[in-house]
């Protein structure tokens, strides 16, 4: 059994150093840890704040882009939007029972959005003006997600890493087909590439805050690394998307806004400009542009849906019942 209500009130936890110990053997040598096994309290809520957390941002992320389903400008281009927002429905619900089995539920989940106490992805409280955010949501927030993803496939909790492995094969078509949008303005009349110049414009430095604070200022990094969640730090994944998402625009013959961006040879990556971290807390604590707007949306669809929810249900019940008698 893992240590449930033996947290202090500073919120570290009293398990015994052996016992510690033992799990960080586990962890050193590889080993998943599934959801029966025993594990430190710390571990288990680490998990269901990040897993939580990760679920809140594809369900929150399915409305900037629900936004545009009505205004694609072909079928093709609508049959292909349409499929990736239904893809981050089902990538929130793998991950709410990834969370679930670990002890809490996906309407208390669901509650600690609505009432702004947990987070979700920064990157969902921007706007999306234009076609062109389309195009540039899916290359460069669906980029920023696999980066941060594909080492999620390794994460030492089975069910995270086994949901991971899915949603990063729909989420590499979702970069793709953002690309191509951007592509094909970018290809196109002298208003096509300016609408896709200004896009990028506006998500750049919100996709490169995706991956959260500068390692000095990430608190929960060293422990997540060290239980094997995170594989990577917060700035080194930033490093990796900055330095594999140059070229993609460089191709594109879009310019990235920053004028800092240079090449360093030493380090074989790019330098970039100044963060603008003010601007990020901002966003994480709820002012961001859209944040309002969001959680009405997401409380509306919820409420909304209840009678879906008692409809399936009851219906699940009758079939229960009627099992019963029938034995
Ligand atoms: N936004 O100590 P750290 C997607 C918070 S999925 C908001 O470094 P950690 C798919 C952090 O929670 C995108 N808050 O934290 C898609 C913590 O606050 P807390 C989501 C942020 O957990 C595409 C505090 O700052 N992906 O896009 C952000 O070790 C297109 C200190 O930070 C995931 O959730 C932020 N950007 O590292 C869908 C991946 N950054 O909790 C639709 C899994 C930091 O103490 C359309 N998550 N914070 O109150 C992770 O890998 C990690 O949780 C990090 C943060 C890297 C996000």
Redo the contacts with the bound molecule.
């Keep these: 059994m893992y240590s449930q209500g033996l947290i202090g009130a500073d919120g570290s936890t009293n398990e015994t150093q052996e016992f510690l110990d033992r799990f960080q053997a586990r962890i050193d040598a590889e080993q998943k840890i599934e959801p029966t096994d025993a594990m430190p309290e710390g571990y288990r809520r680490t998990l269901v ?2 897993i939580g ?2 679920a809140h ?2 369900i929150v ?2 409305l900037p ?1 629900g936004n545009w389903i009505t205004r694609a400008p072909t079928l093709r281009r609508k049959a292909a939007l349409l499929a990736k927002v239904q893809d ?1 429905g089902g ?1 929130g619900l793998y991950l709410y029972s990834a969370a679930e089995t670990l002890g809490v539920s996906r309407e208390e989940m669901t509650e600690e959005l609505h009432s702004g106490k947990a ?5 969902f409280n921007y706007p999306t003006l234009s076609w062109a955010d389309m195009g540039t ?1 899916g290359w460069l ?2 980029g ?2 696999i980066m ?2 594909i080492p ?1 496939c390794r994460c030492s909790f089975g069910p995270y890493a086994r949901a991971m492995i899915r949603v990063c094969k729909e ?1 590499s078509f ?1 970069q793709r087909q953002g690309y191509e949008i951007v592509m094909a303005l970018a290809k196109g009349t002298p208003e096509q590439k300016e609408m896709a110049q200004d896009s990028l414009n506006r998500w750049w430095w919100p996709s490169i ?5 500068h390692d000095a200022d ?4 060293d422990q ?1 690394m060290a239980w094997k969640i ?1 594989r990577f730090s ?1 700035d080194e994944l930033r490093q990796k998307f900055i330095d594999a998402t140059v070229p993609q625009a460089e191709y594109l013959g879009l310019t990235i806004p920053d004028p800092d961006l240079t090449w360093n040879e030493e380090k074989g990556g790019y330098d970039h400009g100044e963060i603008d971290w003010s601007e990020f807390w901002r966003v ?1 604590k709820g002012h961001g542009p859209m944040a309002r707007d969001r959680i009405r949306d997401r409380k509306k669809a919820w409420d909304d849906g209840a009678w879906v929810r008692e409809a399936a249900l009851a219906h699940a019940e009758k079939r229960r019942a009627r099992k019963i008698a029938a034995e």
């Excluded at 805050?209 to 604070?213: A, I, K, L, N, R």
């Design positions: 704040r990040q957390q990760h941002s594809e992320g399915m882009e981050e990538h987070k979700y992805s920064s990157i949501v927030v669906d920023a997600a941060n993803q999620l989420e979702h805050m995706m991956f959260g604070p990430s608190q929960h990094s997540s995170k917060n994480v």
